[in-house]
């Protein structure tokens, strides 16, 4: 207990104050900045309208942010321990609400991406802060339920944003879905600005590595932002362009590959890299960030995926598809509770390999969607598969800490961070082709006997093979979706083994005694 106490005391940054009011303080802008990585999917059309833009311009609202915040989440770390972490916290919130403000006041779609690309800077460098702060202010023993608290954040606002922000856009204005943030963020500057503190600790870190002044790694940071830059643009226009036949796409390929190889090489080479890649020798947090990239592939992936399915299949509005969500949201943060307690007595691999196993369940559950399922049905498969992802981040957020140099994890939450995100970048563009692709083959299996020189549609008229062509056309879609549930059921599935690659440290046996 003394070594706990001991501890929270040296790095915490809650300093006289209780520890449970910064998680909460923490979470509010989480919240804020998750929701707005999905809130403005489904209000494209209004804002393309609004600002005399199409649909395919308007889509750059969505990519812009993703884009800057890829960006800046994996060199988080590194600003945050320069600048001083409540320093660069503060900034990342106040530079979010500012841009937020921009956006829904914005003129033009030139500006509201400019401000989309500013947003998405001050969005990427708060949840690298935020899980540190946390990391550093409950010793093993809480952290479970520390990220708990944190995890009802990250989890449950992807799956609101797409109901609220259709609510929004359908009852006010799309520029409300900016607007929203401000006051959240003005309230979450107050509280934050008067009750986290930079603790002896984190300040001894950022002196000892300005001594002898700021060595700036130019080249490290430029290689992250052109490589994780255009494998965002690769993964978000890829399938609009046709992937490698567009000249765009494939030379953002090249520039990709050949940016992030030679990342790889440069940053193991440097004594004070901007992405701190030695880290990844651990082979415990190697493992933790694969499970959360696994994590993120599903979470989001789905999350696109299911409001798609419902609108484009069952005719939903995009309020009631994202209400479908809503039900597993309301899962996942009744479990979350129950999972930060049981994470101090049951060894995180155990809990990560049953998540993943649920979610393999879920994933395997929904391949039984069909075009007459009810609203319920819809609704109950979501929540079966919300109820294993406390399970998942809620082990692997305390998990990757553990073993690790406390000064180490500024530079670890901007990496496991970064790994989520590309995780669910990853997923949404596999989906996305996946649909098109297997679309395409069931309608060219399907429709092989469906032609006027068939005896079955001899004296047909072309109205009705018209018909027929469009039912063809739904089945064909439906059985791809069935294809796409299948391969989350495979990926969650082989994803079990790696969980039983993490160890138990002292530090989480000490906590669960």
């Not at 969650?492 to 138990?504: D, K, N, T, Y």
Request: glycine content about 8%; hydrophobic content about 50%; proline content about 5%.
């Amino acid at each position: 207990m003394a070594r706990a106490a001991s501890f929270s005391l040296e790095r915490s940054a809650a300093g006289d104050r209780n520890p449970w009011l910064v998680a909460v303080i923490v979470s509010m802008a989480t919240f804020m900045e998750v929701l707005d990585t999905s809130i403005a999917n489904v209000s494209l059309r209004h804002i393309a309208g609004n600002l005399a833009a199409t649909i395919d311009e308007s889509t750059w609202v969505l990519t812009s942010y993703l884009v800057s915040n890829a960006i800046i989440l994996p060199i988080s770390g590194w600003l945050s321990t320069v600048v001083g972490r409540k320093r660069f916290y503060l900034s990342c919130v106040a530079l979010f609400g500012v841009s937020s403000l921009c956006c829904g006041l914005a003129p033009s779609l030139g500006w509201l991406i400019f401000f989309r690309i500013l947003q998405g800077l001050g969005g990427g460098g708060l949840a690298p802060s935020e899980q540190s702060i946390l990391a550093d202010t409950f010793p093993p023993a809480q952290r479970g339920q520390a990220f708990a608290l944190y995890g009802v954040a990250v989890v449950v606002a992807p799956t609101l944003g797409p109901t609220l922000g259709g609510w929004i856009t359908d009852n006010y204005s799309w520029r409300w879905i900016f607007l929203i943030n401000v006051p959240v963020c003005l309230t979450s500057l107050f509280l934050a600005s008067s009750v986290l503190v930079d603790p002896p600790a984190v300040q001894r870190d950022r002196e000892r590595m300005l001594r002898g002044g700021v060595r700036v790694d130019y080249l490290g940071f430029l290689l992250v932002a052109v490589g994780l830059g255009a494998l965002q643009i690769v993964l978000d226009k890829g399938q609009e362009d046709d992937w490698f036949a567009s000249p765009f796409i494939l030379a953002m390929t090249i520039v990709c590959v050949c940016s992030l190889a030679f990342l790889v090489i440069w940053e193991l080479g440097q004594d004070d890299p901007i992405v701190d890649l030695p880290l990844m020798k651990n082979k415990n947090f190697s493992a933790a960030l694969v499970v959360m990239f696994v994590t993120g592939f599903i979470l989001i992936g789905t999350t696109q995926v299911i409001p798609r399915f419902l609108q484009e299949m069952m005719g939903y509005s995009a309020t009631q598809a994202g209400m479908a969500l809503t039900a597993g949201g309301i899962a996942t943060l009744l479990m979350m509770p129950l999972v930060g307690n049981v994470v101090r007595h049951v060894p995180p691999k155990y809990l990560i390999a049953f998540g993943l196993t649920i979610e393999a369940i879920g994933c395997y559950h929904l391949r039984g969607f069909n075009t007459d399922i009810t609203f319920e049905h819809a609704a109950w498969a979501r929540v079966l598969q919300a109820v294993g992802l406390p399970f998942l981040f809620v082990p692997i957020s305390a998990v990757a800490y553990a073993g690790l140099p406390p000064g180490k994890n500024n530079n670890a939450s901007a990496l496991v961070n970064t790994m989520r995100n590309l995780g669910g970048s990853f997923g949404i563009s596999v989906a996305v082709v996946l649909l098109g692709n297997r679309t395409q083959f069931h309608h060219s299996r399907l429709s092989e006997s469906v032609t006027p020189y068939a005896s079955a549609w001899q004296g047909q008229s072309w109205d009705a093979l018209g018909s027929v062509n469009a039912l063809v056309t739904r089945q064909a879609a439906m059985l791809s979706y069935v294809d796409l549930f299948w391969f989350l059921t495979i990926v969650a599935a082989a994803a079990v083994p790696v969980a039983f690659i993490l160890r138990s440290t002292k530090g989480e046996a000490a906590a669960a005694h």
